[in-house]
């Protein structure tokens, strides 16, 4: 589950990194809001993961 986690953090980041650096105003435009709003809906699963696995032991 942590390499899952790693994995969605580092490919996220290099999302972020193309879309600051090397993406055209349009794109930059258009994914900005799409990459926020997966970094938002991942943190979130994530941390209702972990509260519901502390909850079960």
Do not use: E, H, K, Y
């Not at 709003?37 to 209702?48: E, F, L, P, Q, T």
């Amino acid at each position: 589950m942590r390499l899952l986690l790693v994995a969605f953090v580092l490919v996220l980041t290099g999302a972020l990194a193309w879309d600051g650096w090397f993406a055209s105003a349009s794109q930059n435009a258009t994914w900005t809001p799409v990459l926020v709003s997966i970094a938002v809906v991942g943190a979130v699963a994530s941390g209702r993961r972990r509260s519901w696995m502390s909850r079960s032991r």
